[in-house]
């Protein structure tokens, strides 16, 4: 059995296309500012959508901004072939990554644009979702919740970004209107299934020294804003004793959540403060209102439900013993997500045949396919990180570890595009094409 | 002896100016947003000296862009009748009170008014300085500390607001030349003495039940910026073991500072974090870099050095167990100030005349004061304020106070002015004055 060669990847246009895209809203420190629907995400769909129809494939804006690449097979229309779906984004955290999110939408790109190669019956379409990161509205995957009737143009009314912008007009801006999904929906639903690649953006593939990571649950966040009040006071003025710090308030419950999830890190719970705001913070005025943001995820929905009743009541107790008042407010409360075992079976089978070590995992970062397991049967796989560093622009990928993802992410393209996967015979000829033309 | 009467105080139009002034940059919720250099913090120094020419009073600003308001006497340019000196500032903390700055600016500047009543020799002249407060460039009373030339327009630009301007810029913006302050400086120097009214912005009054609080000592900030660097990842996707949370560091390093303060209080020390900046917080990102802003202060500047070095030691431990990197840079390191017994003398003096409890203590809050300390002979004294709160909009004070803190200022201008108080036949006859013509 011999794996998809490098030369068949076509290494040298791939390499050029994706620094074509990593370019577009670099900083001077090298790290990304594609915060959602700012400029430089929109001039990156721009420009990838140029690409797509250089290619010669379909390009169209849904409702809520995404950007929507089809290739057409041979069978498009053809209710026993309808489309394979892949999916994932463009848009990065502050000072991020070259690779999260782009790495998934470039592979896929390009291994549909590998269909070159061999006859391609199925059509497939890449979705690139909009919005993936909370960073700019503190709500994330806005383009798959969209489609999936998780959110509608009202509540996305409700998301503002720092400069007063809200989620809605964004959008709005672009000419879009999150109300109209229906079409696309309807799609999705009708697809023969959705994949996602992404870096895993966290240590467990490098530490096993594993190619793939096969997704088989997401762990969904549970997230809190906690608003802790206490009395500003002036800081030379105001002695010990007297004092209603809210900012010491803040740092007990920061260590608070991190002891919780070192308590439950064995059953996979990760807890994590990621933004402390002191309001009218200054050098000389003792702190008296802060608020923290707070993310929660698990596996297991009776293990988040236990560290987040546990968190409440160390909230309760901070806020008795140091007279502060402390709030908290739920900001998504959502379920673990389980991927579909048939699809991920697809992925399984192209690592055995490509030689790729693999191992199935649970993902702690939420992603785009989250939304599309409530529409279509969903798969998702990972490739390693550098030190599972990401959101962060230290992010790095090997060119070994984008190879392996490109080739397994057009191996499968193959494999259910070609011909009908459910037909034992097909499958049999399949594998003779797949070793004889497409693995030379 | 009876003491100056409310009606001698014309409380009125006290009042009025008060809150001619007071309502200049006032936000919805009620607090104070004149940040220095700021459109309402210019505009209430040009009402002010507006209302200082309605009275028939000098006016001029320096180069540092402070505003001087002078009311001659009789004996002006006379060497044994050198002016006196008032002094405190307009410009507020973000979201801050109504008088911190404000109160001590009116008081003087009506109990100058208030000297038609009497026969005035010496000429008084009123300095309110500008920035302060700390809050826009993190160097606070920088009109003083260029008077006293503990700063220069060179050493201005690198004070830095968070739009990029520069408090030099700033200055230069409204035409000063912080480098040409020669002559104020000889005023200074050659001047009877300077007196500042502040409100308490602590609680020892209050809790105490005392009218007036005579400062003896200033304590001094320490101040520390504290880089704390760990490294950014994703926190759904970093298992809680491989994290490095500069976030859960920069807590700990906020409870050990508040412990040290309360380890030293009875030694009078405060110690605060007032600020932490997250840079590039976002909910999903464990943080791989904060920012924190530290202040310690006490009288005794052998207890300071002992509180910094545990607290330096408290750093490096911190740093080595969570593997992170903890650098602080020293922002000031000034020396607690003495101020001046004979000039307290004549506070202390006027209190007992007027009936008004008293006691010495130290300003834990730094003032304007401490630069005029180093140029001539500097008193303070305080009002009490509401439960100490300061810095807040909640600040409040009794019009009690007010009254008091005026009677006690126009009391010991007229002492001072309107005869030779080192003379001691001349301090019988204006015994003899205050009590018979003023203090009917």
Same mark, same amino acid.
């Given at each position: 059995?011999r ?37 430089a995400d ?10 797509a129809?250089?290619?010669g ?5 849904d409702?809520?901004g995404n950007?929507w690449?089809?290739?057409?097979g041979?069978d498009d229309g053809? /209710?026993?072939?309808p489309?394979?779906?892949l ?12 690779y ?16 070159d190669?061999?006859p391609?019956r ?18 994330a995957?806005?383009g ?12 996305l009314?409700s ?8 989620a ?15 079409l696309?929906?309807k ?15 966290? /240590? ?16 969904a966040p *549970?997230?809190? *804003?906690?608003?802790?009040?206490g009395?500003?006071?002036h800081?030379?003025?105001c ?6 710090d809210?900012?010491?308030?803040a740092? &007990? ?6 002891r919780l999830g070192r ?6 719970i ?7 705001d ?12 802060v ?14 439900t ?6 409440h ?19 998504s409360q959502?379920? /673990?997500?389980k ?7 697809f992925?399984?089978?192209q690592?055995l045949?490509?030689m ?15 939304y ?6 969903a798969?998702?796989f ?9 959101h962060?622009?230290? &992010? ?15 191996a499968t ?6 011909l009908? /996967? ?6 049999a ?5 797949l ?6």
């Amino acid at each position: 059995m011999r794996r998809v060669s490098l030369q068949q990847l076509n290494w040298e246009q791939y390499l050029a296309d994706f620094n074509a895209l990593a370019s577009i809203g670099q900083n001077e420190a090298g790290g990304m500012e594609r915060l959602a629907f700012s400029e430089a995400d929109q001039q990156a769909h721009k420009l990838l959508a140029q690409m797509a129809e250089n290619a010669g494939f379909e390009v169209k804006w849904d409702g809520a901004g995404n950007l929507w690449i089809t290739r057409r097979g041979t069978d498009d229309g053809n /209710p026993d072939f309808p489309p394979l779906l892949l999916g994932s984004h463009m848009d990065t955290v502050p000072d991020g990554g070259k690779y999260d999110g782009l790495l998934g939408v470039m592979t896929a790109f390009h291994a549909m644009r590998l269909l070159d190669q061999v006859p391609q019956r199925r059509t497939v379409t890449l979705i690139v979702f909009r919005c993936e990161e909370s960073s700019r509205f503190n709500c994330a995957t806005i383009g798959s919740k969209l489609l999936a009737e998780q959110l509608t143009g009202q509540m996305l009314k409700s998301y503002v970004d720092k400069e007063g912008i809200s989620a809605y007009d964004a959008i709005r801006e672009l000419g879009g209107n999150p109300d109209n999904l229906y079409l696309e929906r309807k799609y999705i639903k009708d697809s023969f299934g959705f994949i996602e690649m992404h870096i895993e953006q966290g /240590p467990v593939l490098g530490e096993r020294n594993t190619d793939i990571g096969i997704v088989n649950h997401i762990a969904a966040p *549970h997230r809190f *804003h906690i608003i802790v009040k206490g009395t500003a006071a002036h800081s030379g003025a105001c002695p010990m004793g007297s004092r209603n710090d809210a900012l010491t308030g803040a740092a &007990e419950i920061i260590l608070a959540v991190e002891r919780l999830g070192r308590e439950y890190a064995d059953q996979r719970i990760v807890a994590t403060v990621g933004k402390c705001d002191v309001i009218n913070g200054a050098m000389n005025i003792v702190p008296g209102h802060v608020e923290l943001y707070v993310d929660i995820r698990g596996i297991d929905q009776e293990i988040v439900t236990e560290v987040v009743t546990k968190l409440h009541m160390e909230l309760a107790e901070i806020a008795s013993k140091r007279n502060l008042s402390i709030e908290p407010t739920i900001l998504s409360q959502e379920r /673990p997500v389980k991927l579909d075992d048939d699809m991920a079976e697809f992925l399984v089978e192209q690592c055995l045949k490509n030689m790729l070590t693999f191992l199935h995992m649970v993902s702690g970062a939420g992603h785009d396919t989250m939304y599309m397991a409530k529409l279509t049967r969903a798969a998702m796989f990972f490739v390693p990180c550098e030190k599972g560093i990401s959101h962060n622009r230290a &992010e790095a990928v090997t060119d070994e570890a984008v190879q392996n993802g490109l080739r397994l992410m057009y191996a499968t393209l193959v494999r259910i595009c070609t011909l009908d /996967p459910e037909d034992e015979r097909e499958k049999a000829e399949m594998d003779r094409l797949l070793i004889e033309e497409a693995y030379q």
